[in-house]
């Protein structure tokens, strides 16, 4: 596609319950990375795909988070039995694995948890 | 590792003003620095990048930054603001692994 595109854009969910969410990254890249965004805070790594392997998965801050990606396409991020503390804007990018090349950035994820 | 490091957390400057943001980095090696803005309720969007060559690195928007390695930093650079320049701006450095390190952000309120 033009650009990563992610859904929703935008969930409601009750503590406990588990989400998906789905990050459609630009064509070629096989680079993934996700970033969770908490309000008014900067950007916390969570996960970083190169094809469908996660070489770094040290952000994911719990076991109730998950990633996976099928081949260099679309990933989902998994999150069990949300809790408050997970409410936060998720962010995908994709990028080139070329060392020089940025990350693009869909429109993000804002999950609320109440 | 790397780090990267933003200070201020908010800048308010008056348009027409001088912006300047400020970042450093830590890195072993040299780096590939971005920086990217992001506009409220909106994603990332890279301003400009510094891989290799020239070190006053131009981007969008009239911003530029020179990557200076004596000091290991990255700052962003407008002679003049507009109001349309308010947003948070992050800084951002990338390893031999694909792994990207942002900064904290900083915020940047333009005064009419």
């Known amino acids: 596609g033009a650009g990563v595109s992610q859904s929703p854009s935008n969930k409601v969910t009750e503590k406990g319950k588990d989400v998906e969410l789905r990050c459609d990254p630009i064509s070629g890249h096989t680079a993934l990375y996700w970033y969770r965004q908490r309000l008014g805070q900067g950007l916390e790594f969570l996960i970083y795909f190169q094809g469908n392997s996660a070489p770094d998965k040290s952000g994911l801050p719990s076991d109730r988070f998950s990633a996976e990606r099928t081949g260099e396409s679309v990933s989902t991020l998994t999150i069990q039995r949300t809790q408050q503390e997970d409410s936060a804007v998720y962010l995908c990018?994709?990028?080139?694995?070329?060392?020089?090349?940025?990350?693009?950035f869909g429109q993000g994820t804002r999950l609320t948890v109440v | 590792a790397q780090s990267v490091t933003q200070l201020g957390s908010h800048v308010s400057v008056s348009e027409g003003a001088l912006v300047l943001l400020r970042c450093n980095y830590s890195s072993s090696v040299p780096p590939y620095l971005f920086w990217y803005v992001q506009y409220p309720n909106q994603g990332l969007q890279l301003l400009l990048k510094?891989?290799?060559?020239?070190?006053l690195v131009k981007g969008i928007n009239g911003f530029e930054a020179e990557f200076k390695k004596s000091e290991t930093s990255f700052h962003l650079t407008k002679p003049s603001a507009h109001m349309s320049d308010a947003a948070e701006y992050f800084c951002?450095?990338?390893?031999?692994?694909?792994?990207?390190?942002f900064g904290s952000g900083t915020k940047l309120n333009v005064k009419p």
């Open positions: 951002a450095v990338k390893n031999n692994f694909n792994k990207f390190y």
């Open positions: 510094y891989t290799t060559g020239a070190t």
């Open positions: 990018a994709s990028s080139l694995i070329l060392g020089q090349t940025e990350a693009f």
